[in-house]
């Protein structure tokens, strides 16, 4: 499989139909992750990460779910492999870690069983080596005197603790592609910071690539290379880290970044808001999505819809007047330096 | 314009000279916890000997992780929970010592505003009527004059008034948190808890409704103890903030005082951990090890020794007191001493 990225997710379209109608909860999403790149997806409640998520693992139920579009995974579109092949890949290939670990663990068996289990079932090992791997990785996660914890149950340990058991197990096979859907939403921030430590340090190790789902800016700056800013189900700006912050270019990154309270930021002054909110997914904007919250909306962006374009730095904007908004503040923070 | 912001600056500065409007001294919260048989097993400490005062238009941010015992904190000032020790002086009354009826009196004075919009609204009620019920259990007003009042804290707070007929799941989070806070200042308090108001809430709606906060304060002349777990949140609103770890407060300053001198280790750790959304200001993390004890069973000494890098001796044994630094900025650390 050498010369493929190892995941390129093009135009992906994921649509749930029930009695009341289909919606399309992902709709033309594309990006691209390399081995050893964190990519972060961010936005807002419902704009479509985790089901993004979920298709890459082909985790839901396909009878009501219906896929475009490529996911090419090391050069192989998982949307065409057959459900038994998918179970080589889930898990083995590609890994998943969850907001809620508690959830995701089975409260009646220790953790090292857990561990252990999804070892003996990817990779052929013994019952007694696969507990001493399952050691092992927890050790690897820093949770100290791994050897004692195995024989714990999930409830009888922390939140944190219980992210780095799902990071032991998650990472056990070692994937290529680990996908971390918010794992660190539901924790304190000293023990966020130790998991974002910890995840950034297996990363290296492993030279895998990673998703980094968060709704959280400051997280993608601290862990992330790359970062795609989602809209409504789209992808609307994709770009490196670094560009993002310094000069993001669609109107909604723009407020985004703006809006939110920062321990470095000037205190007097009222935060920026975004007006209205995001719109039901059964009643999208029929031009560009963000039109009806959008400072720079014109009639064009009412009714003609923005695709995707890529400028030469390789930045990726979803917005038909980002070049024109960009001069004109550029013109503007002139104006306001010099008064 | 300019005159107004200049005003209030001034009235700002004031505001710590001035007399508090509540005063909490040696808070003191203990959870009995019981056998199945209804044996006494032990207490959750969840908070010890708190001290910090409210003032009128100020705002005192409650910050530290999960439980830590900053909602304990919020529900004890407001005798949600009985407290088990300590005083709560309002006005020159200590609210603790009033018995049932007369606390009555004073509980329209103190609201509270919670974290989820979604199951602190009562979803059968239409949201002019929520509004109104504080009204309705204080016997504020006629029926006319409760329904008047309802309409102009709707559009006060952002919602149009022709909505008074919906119901709460018609509204989107934020909307709902706003009808909170409306349903808040419904009976006219003088101080309104928010326990972690905006915590739920998406990046672009958070900012709405922290202008909104920070608005009617000035309007309504309010006091606000705002608890969350988010420091820059808490740094943006608060004009003085307290650090609680295991159920201590470990530190109180005023807000710009403790993000450029933090003192106490915790707070440090605590600061350099908050992931900054610009990529100029990568800092050295202090990461602390292991993870929070529990109050059930807190560690002798300073509660922080078990993860504190700087641990002496003398931690272990010795609690520290909260000792006056500089101009209000206080910390219980040996270190310090
Ligand atoms: N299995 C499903 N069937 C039908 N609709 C779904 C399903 N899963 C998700 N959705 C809908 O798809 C949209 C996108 O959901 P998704 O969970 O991806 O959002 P998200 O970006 O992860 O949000 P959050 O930050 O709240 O986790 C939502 O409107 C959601 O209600
Ligand atoms: N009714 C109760 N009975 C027993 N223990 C309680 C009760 N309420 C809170 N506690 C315990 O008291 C401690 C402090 O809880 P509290 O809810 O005040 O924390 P917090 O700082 O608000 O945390 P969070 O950020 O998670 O909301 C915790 O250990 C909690 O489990
Ligand atoms: S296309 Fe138009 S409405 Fe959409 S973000 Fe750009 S300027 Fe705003
Ligand atoms: S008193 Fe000792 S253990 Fe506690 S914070 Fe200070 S140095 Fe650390
Ligand atoms: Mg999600
Ligand atoms: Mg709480």
Known sequence: MEGYPLLEVKELRTRFSSEKGTITAVDGVTFKVDYGETLGVVGESGCGKSVTAESIMRLLNEKSTRYDGEINFKGVNLLSLPEKKMLDIRGNEISMIFQDAMTSLNPVFTIGDQIAESIIVHQNLGKKEAMEKAVEMLRLTGIPSPEKRVHEYPHEISGGMRQRVMIAMALSCQPSLLIADEPTTALDVTIQAQILEVINDLKEELNMGVIMITHDLGVVAEVCTRVAVMYLGQVIEESDVDALFASPRHPYTRGLLKSIPTITGDRSQKLHTIQGVVPALDNVPKGCRFAPRCPYATDKCMTEFPLLETLENGQKIRCWHHQEIMEREAASDVITAAT | ?337
């Open chain 2, 1 to 337: 314009m300019l005159l107004q912001q200049q005003l209030d600056g001034k009235i700002t500065e004031q505001k710590d000279t001035g007399t508090p409007l509540l005063q909490v001294r040696n808070l003191k919260k203990y959870f009995p916890i019981t056998s199945p048989f209804g044996r006494l097993k032990g207490h959750v400490k969840a908070v010890e000997s708190v001290n910090f005062d409210l003032y009128e238009k100020g705002t005192l941010g409650l910050v530290g992780e999960s439980g830590c015992g900053k909602s304990t904190t919020g529900r004890s000032i407001l005798r949600l929970i009985e407290p088990t020790e300590g005083s709560v002086n309002y006005r020159g009354k200590d609210l603790l010592q009033l018995n049932q009826r007369e606390f009555k009196g004073f509980r329209k004075e103190m609201q509270m505003v919670f974290q989820d919009p979604h199951s602190s609204l009562n979803p059968k009620k239409r949201i002019g009527e929520l509004i109104e019920e504080p009204m309705e259990i204080h016997k504020i007003g006629t029926k006319a004059d409760r329904m008047e009042r309802a309409m102009d804290l709707l559009k006060r707070t952002g919602i149009r008034e022709d909505q008074y007929f919906r119901f709460p799941h018609e509204f989107s989070g934020g909307q709902r948190q706003r009808i909170g806070i409306a349903r808040a200042l419904a009976v006219d308090p003088a101080i309104i808890v928010l326990d972690e108001p905006v915590s739920a809430l998406d990046v672009s709606i958070q900012s709405q409704v922290l202008n909104l906060l920070e608005e009617i304060q000035d309007e309504f002349k309010l006091a606000y103890l705002f608890i969350s777990h988010d420091l820059s949140v808490v740094r943006h609103i608060a004009d003085e903030i307290g650090v609680m770890y295991l159920g201590h407060m470990v530190e109180k300053a005023p807000t710009d005082d403790l993000f450029a001198n933090p003192l106490h280790p915790y707070t440090k750790a605590l600061l350099s951990a908050i992931p900054i959304p610009d990529r100029k200001q990568r800092r050295e993390r202090i990461i602390i090890k292991g993870d929070v004890p529990s109050p059930i069973d807190p560690p002798s000494g300073c509660v922080f020794h078990t993860r504190c890098p700087f641990a002496m001796e003398q931690c272990k044994s010795i609690k520290p007191e909260m000792l006056q630094q500089s101009d209000g900025h206080q910390v219980a650390c040996h270190l310090y001493n």
